[in-house]
């Protein structure tokens, strides 16, 4: 078994009335560390106007947007207002259900934001905790 030892803990709030947001966590490439993120609460909407549009980091299950180059992440399962980050000027790919972003194979800032093309009439935020783990 491999230890793993943390380093750092925090608990980060991400807006969706903002693009993407930097944490402090600057990654390096092929060194063994993982990103521990887990859910911390808060719910925010990718349309003030329009109740249907309030959502957890998970997305509205009920808008997928896989295909639509409207917004930043639209790979397979892509849905309207779910939490997705990329690292650097990467690609980006989504939080989901929470979980591990190991083997970091890229160099580059955390960074957080909603999956919504237009962050203009969005309202409220999310916080998730990251965990930063050497192994």
Not at 54 to 75: E, I, Q, R, T, W
Not at 90 to 99: L, R
């Amino acid at each position: 078994m491999i230890p793993i030892k943390t380093i750092k803990a925090d608990q980060v709030t991400i807006y969706a009335n903002q693009e993407w947001q930097a944490t402090q966590y600057c990654l390096i490439k092929g060194v063994r560390k993982s990103i521990s993120i887990g859910d911390a609460g808060g719910e925010w909407s990718y349309n003030k106007s329009d109740p249907s549009a309030s959502c957890s980091l998970k997305g509205n299950k009920y808008d997928p947007v896989a295909g639509n180059k409207n917004s930043p992440f639209h790979g397979e399962g892509a849905l309207a207002g779910q939490l997705i980050a990329k690292i650097g000027n990467e690609e980006p790919f989504p939080v989901a259900d929470c979980g591990a972003v190991k083997g970091i194979d890229r160099d580059g800032i955390l960074y957080f934001r909603i999956n919504d093309g237009d962050v203009s009439d969005n309202i409220g935020s999310l916080s998730v905790y990251l965990s930063y783990s050497e192994y």
